[in-house]
T-cell receptor, first 112, second 114 residues
């Protein structure tokens, strides 16, 4: 079992809809959680970080963290075609140095 | 520059050649990381520096891989006697020091070993 799991997709949503991306992790001591967006042929771009249970909103993006259930999700409201990319979930445990453990990514396609 | 820079952006090597990949982190970022990303997968950790000290090299896949950051700024990832399975994108990231600090990635170097 991978330490960080994501559905590889593709997740297809119509323009203007809410896209929901999910991630589960296995290490209970994980403390820091990040969502990166990666366009094809480009490097990962940080879009959200979350450290405590609950929701964190930034513009059209909302990250949700539930440590008891060991999942973190990313909601994208009013999805745009320009949101089409692979979304990577990354987790860092306090006792694992500063390295990030990534999921395999979920490919999101927003159709006009 | 404002972001992490890496060079070369693309590298083609014949099997058995040595390669050196360079990373220039964001100014003031103490922490520097190297990751390897295979096609269709998420990045995988290779090694971590805090200033010039290599604190974690647990992700380096073999003793053919070597990284250094002698002055605590620019870092070089060297791969000796390259093999086809080394073909991947090599990503460098940097961050401020601290548990919660976010890592910012460079554009990566795409290595193809023929």
């Amino acid at each position: 079992q991978k330490e960080v799991e994501q559905n590889s997709g593709p997740l297809s949503v119509p323009e203007g809809a809410i896209a929901s991306l999910n991630c589960t992790y296995s290490d209970r001591v994980s403390q820091s959680f990040f969502w990166y967006r990666q366009y094809s042929g480009k490097s990962p771009e940080l879009i959200m970080s979350i450290y405590s249970n609950g929701d964190k909103e930034d513009g059209r993006f909302t990250a949700q963290l539930n440590k008891a259930s060991q999942y973190v999700s990313l909601l994208i409201r009013d999805s745009q075609p320009s949101d089409s990319a692979t979304y990577l979930c990354a987790v860092r445990a306090n006792n694992a140095g500063n390295m990030l453990t990534f999921g395999g990514g979920t490919r999101l396609m927003v159709k006009p | 520059g404002a972001g992490v820079s890496q060079s070369p952006r693309y590298k083609v090597a014949k099997r058995g050649q040595d390669v050196a990949l360079r990373c220039d982190p964001i100014s003031g970022h103490v922490s520097l990381f190297w990751y390897q990303q295979a096609l269709g997968q998420g990045p995988e950790f290779l090694t971590y520096f805090q200033n010039e000290a290599q604190l974690d090299k647990s992700g380096l896949p073999s003793d053919r891989f070597f990284a250094e950051r002698p002055e605590g700024s620019v870092s070089t990832l060297k791969i000796q006697r390259t093999q086809q399975e080394d073909s991947a994108v090599y990503l460098c990231a940097s961050s401020l020091l601290g548990i919660g600090n976010e890592q910012f990635f460079g554009p990566g170097t795409r290595l193809t070993v023929l």
